[in-house]
């Protein structure tokens, strides 16, 4: 193995997982040996930390000492117990705040917290079924704030693309002022704390664990991963990655459907 190299950090939908959302061919194998071989191993997502539990159980990165970073930076979790690391949670004034800029807009509202959903539509759309359905989470409504038992790690604007394209237009410099937005789906406008992000909780996460930046390998596909890319040691971007990745990335891989992760973890470490 490359001596240097003691960190791999991994995007899940559109880079380990292939379009079945399923943990790509191939993937699997070389994570298990690496991770048995005492390299950390850290799975970076947009999803909350129980949108992808069986993914960590089916590689094995269920362990005191192995970490995940959840819903776009804004938690680093321990995996064993969920226990928060690196916490960017949004308070009742944020949610206040964030919520008052939808006027009129045909476009629903969702709190995002570590095992619920919150979403007070009678009827939800088509975005919000989407994310459920990947992340097989429950929807649950609320009536305050504080009805929300867990920690808020993003508020999610959700609906068509050209209803979510006019509100941001229209609040985007207001919004992009106090809280760090994140466009990585056509029907989800996500807002979370400014200190948020993957790469701010990679970093976070190195420095708890005295990994240097310099030492790990970053892979992903979308916007949300684009900084994580360009400070990782080596940042991978996949075949099916957006142009913003591609442009900060040291390499480019194979697709995800190819198991891109996996080809270029084979070349690369012993």
């Known amino acids: ?73 804004a938690f680093v979790r321990r995996n064993a117990d969920g226990k928060v690391l690196v916490d960017n949670a949004l308070d009742e004034t944020d949610y206040e705040k964030i919520t008052s800029y939808l006027v009129d807009e045909d476009l629903q509202i969702v709190v995002f917290t570590k095992d619920i959903l919150y979403n007070n539509a009678e009827e939800v759309n088509e975005g919000f079924l989407t994310d459920q359905n990947v992340m097989k989470m429950p929807r649950q409504k609320f009536e305050t704030f504080d009805d929300i038992q867990e920690k808020v790690a993003r508020v999610n604007f959700m609906g068509k693309e050209d209803e979510l394209d006019k509100f941001y237009e229209a609040n985007k410099d207001r919004l992009e002022d106090e809280y760090m937005t994140m466009r990585n789906e056509t029907y989800s406008l996500e807002v979370l704390k400014k200190s948020s992000g993957k790469g701010n909780s990679l970093k976070a996460l190195c420095e708890h664990l005295n990994i240097d930046l310099s030492d790990v390998i970053y892979f992903g596909d979308g916007a949300n991963d684009a900084e994580a890319l360009k400070i990782a040691g080596i940042g991978v971007a996949m075949e099916n990655a957006s142009d913003e990745a591609k442009e900060v990335a040291d390499e480019v891989t194979k697709k995800n459907d190819e198991a891109g992760v996996a080809h270029f973890l084979k070349e690369l470490l012993d």
């Open 1 to 73: 193995m490359k001596k240097d190299i003691k960190l791999v950090a991994i995007d899940l939908d559109g880079t380990l997982l292939n379009e079945d959302k399923e943990i790509a061919k191939g993937n699997k194998e070389i994570i298990q040996k690496l991770h048995e071989k005492g390299l950390k191993i850290v799975l970076a997502t947009g999803r909350p930390f129980n949108g992808f539990w069986w993914i960590r159980q089916e590689l094995g990165l269920e362990g005191w000492e192995d970490y995940s970073i959840c819903n776009t930076g």
